[in-house]
């Protein structure tokens, strides 16, 4: 139904990989301050250990492991979502300082903090009178 | 003409309730194509396992605390709030996807529960909700003499 497809969208141009599970697009909000860019990604089943985030070069993707997602010794008796894994692939600018990426993962939510590099902050220009 | 169909309905009297299934998934389907309803937040599966249901919905990110689980006889709610972020000034958001907000769900089991044997754990971001039967409700075998 479309309620599915709101929910969970398959990535069908994600990296081909060994395990047999499906793979899914997280959903991401992304938000800024003045210092840095947020990314806060939702995905369920997945902690620190079964989360991957690579940077190479300017692209950024970020993989998420689902292990144990099917209970042993049930039966499934009725299906909204589908248990797999997570991948999605950004692409950054050179605005952020790659050294001081943060990463956290709470409750199958991934948190990247990514700090602007300081040459792209806004700076205030302090006006002398000549 | 008419009557193949009148002797179907006779014979499965217990059409009715898929058929209002029916008349409200097209509805769902011609009313808000693309939005999501309200009724279906969170997406669950239903196991079984050992005598008891096992519910189980995926919330990422939801503070423990702020989920209200309860059952009450067949029916199993499911209600909670969604993590707000908080925006300091200057903060915008870029893109967003993730949903936010409360959410109800009640969720119609196919037998009575034991509620005082609940339990329900949220790891993850996966709530999972084991609900076992009550035990005089067991189907029993009959033996056939």
Do not use: C, H
Request: net charge neutral; no cysteine; proline share 5%.
């Amino acid at each position: 139904m479309v309620e599915k497809d709101m929910q969970k969208m398959e990535n069908v141009s994600a990296t081909e990989r060994v395990r047999n599970v499906k793979t899914f697009v997280p959903r991401v909000d992304i938000f800024e301050n003045k210092d840095s860019l947020f990314l806060v990604a939702d995905m369920p089943g997945v902690d620190e250990k079964t989360v991957d985030i690579e940077l190479e070069k300017n692209v950024l993707t970020i993989n998420g492991r689902v292990e144990n997602g099917r209970i042993k010794d049930a039966t499934m008796m009725y299906s909204e979502y589908e248990i797999g894994d997570y991948e999605r692939v950004f692409t950054l600018s050179d605005e952020i300082d790659r050294d001081k990426i943060v990463a956290t993962v709470r409750n199958g939510v991934l948190r990247l903090e990514l700090p602007k590099a300081e040459k792209v902050k806004p700076k205030k220009i302090a006006i002398k009178a000549a | 003409m008419f009557n193949p169909s009148l002797w179907r309905f006779r014979r499965y009297s217990n059409a009715m309730p898929e058929l209002l299934n029916l008349q409200r998934e097209m509805n769902r389907l011609f009313s808000s194509v693309g939005q999501k309803s309200p009724e279906d937040y969170p997406a669950i599966n239903i196991l079984e396992k050992d005598g008891a249901a096992v519910v189980t919905a995926e919330l990422p990110g939801i503070d423990p605390e702020k989920i209200d689980v309860s059952v009450s006889g067949e029916i199993l709610t499911i209600a909670g709030s969604t993590l707000q972020e908080t925006f300091a000034q200057g903060e915008t958001y870029l893109r967003q996807e993730r949903g936010l907000g409360n959410f109800k769900r009640n969720i119609q089991l196919p037998f009575q529960v034991n509620s005082q044997a609940v339990e329900a754990r949220y790891e993850k971001g996966i709530l999972m909700i084991t609900l076992p039967r009550i035990k005089e409700n067991l189907p029993k075998k009959i033996k056939i003499k």
